[in-house]
C-alpha cells in the first residue's frame, strides 16, 4: 500500500525553471523524505524534513511540510536538464520503521 | 566502492521456476529492507530486517517470497513458483539503526517472467 500521493504525476519544463512537486500522506509521521530515480536505477536521497519543521534547504532544493495539511512541496530552483529523473516523496509511520513511497512525480527537464 | 550491492542486475525466468536475489547492504548498517517497483509506480515495502531478525513482512507478499539474513549482513530474497505478475524491479535499502533514517538503496535486480 502507499501512503503518499504526489502531484502532478509528469512535469515538463524548461532548463532555468522553477519545478514543484507536492505530496500528500495520511498518517502521523515522524519525518518526510524526498528521493530521485533516474530510469531504471535505485533511488538517491534528496533531503529530510522532520515532523516539527517547516521548511528545509538543501542546495537549489527546497522542502516545506504542512503537518495540519499532511502535506508537503519540493521545489527545485533554476533547474537543469540533468535533473530530469522521477521524484518520490516517502514517509514513515510514528510506530514503524519502514518508509512508504508515492507514486511519484516524473519531472522532465528540455534544455 | 561500499554501496548497496545487488546481484543480479537482470534475471529472465520462465512461469514456475524459483529465482533468488542477493543484496549486500552497506557494512555498517543495521537496517536492510527489500521493495518491489513496477514501471511508473513508487516501491512497495516487502520486508525489513534489523541485523538477523525479520521485523515486518507486508501483508501483501504472498506466501511464494520469502528473505533471509542469516547473519545480519547480507541478505536474499527468494520467489517460489513464479508468475508473470510477480516481474518487476526488486530493490534493496539499507540504513543505520536510527529508525526512519535515510535509505541507500541498491541499483535493483529486473526480473521478468517469461
Known amino acids: 500500500s502507499q501512503q503518499g500521493e504526489e502531484d502532478p504525476q509528469a512535469l515538463s519544463i524548461q532548463e532555468g525553471e522553477n519545478a514543484t512537486m507536492n505530496c500528500s500522506y495520511k498518517?502521523?509521521?515522524?519525518?518526510l523524505q524526498w528521493y530521485r530515480q533516474n530510469s531504471g536505477r535505485g533511488l538517491v536521497h534528496l533531503i529530510l524534513?522532520?515532523?516539527?519543521?517547516r521548511e528545509k534547504h538543501s542546495g537549489r532544493l527546497r522542502v516545506t511540510l504542512d503537518t495540519s495539511k499532511k502535506s508537503s512541496s519540493l521545489l527545485i530552483t533554476a533547474s537543469r536538464a540533468a535533473d530530469t529523473a522521477s521524484y518520490f516523496c516517502?514517509?514513515?509511520?510514528?510506530?514503524?520503521?519502514?518508509?512508504?513511497f508515492g507514486q511519484g512525480t516524473e519531472l522532465s527537464v528540455k534544455p | 566502492d561500499t554501496g548497496v550491492s545487488q546481484n543480479p542486475r537482470h534475471k529472465i525466468t520462465k512461469r514456475g521456476q524459483n529465482v533468488t536475489f542477493r543484496c549486500d547492504p552497506i557494512?555498517?548498517?543495521?537496517?536492510l529492507y527489500w521493495y518491489r517497483q513496477t514501471l511508473g509506480q513508487g516501491p512497495e515495502f516487502l520486508t525489513y530486517?534489523?541485523?538477523?531478525?525479520?521485523?515486518?513482512k507486508s501483508r501483501l507478499l504472498s506466501d511464494r517470497f520469502s528473505a533471509e539474513r542469516p547473519k545480519g549482513s547480507f541478505s536474499t530474497l527468494e520467489i517460489q513458483r513464479t508468475e508473470q505478475g510477480d516481474s518487476a524491479m526488486y530493490l534493496c535499502?539499507?540504513?543505520?539503526?536510527?529508525?526512519?533514517?535515510?535509505?541507500?538503496f541498491g541499483s535493483g535486480t529486473q526480473l521478468s517472467v517469461l
Open positions: 535499502a539499507s540504513s543505520l539503526l536510527v529508525a526512519s533514517e535515510k535509505l541507500f
Open positions: 498518517t502521523s509521521i515522524n519525518n
Open positions: 524534513i522532520r515532523s516539527n519543521e
Open positions: 516517502a514517509t514513515d509511520e510514528r510506530q514503524g520503521g519502514k518508509l512508504i
Open positions: 557494512s555498517e548498517h543495521n537496517r
Open positions: 530486517f534489523q541485523n538477523e531478525a525479520q521485523l515486518e
